[in-house]
């Protein structure tokens, strides 16, 4: 992956159907499966965050 840094292995048990669906999620937008899965973990820690400033402001 472009601009990765430092990477830590991880094993994740998940449901076969949501391992099927993931996998063609990344043969959709031709990405890995692992590339796939990181990339939705950071919309979610993006939205996280700006959730979080929205309300402190």
Known sequence: ??????????????PDKLRAYLKER?????RSLNSEIVLLLEEVRSR???EV?????
């Open 48 to 50: 996280d965050v700006t």
């Open 26 to 30: 990344a043969k959709k937008h031709r």
């Open 1 to 14: 992956m472009k601009g990765s840094g430092n990477l830590t292995p991880l094993g994740v048990r998940m």
């Open 53 to 57: 400033y929205e309300e402190e402001v």
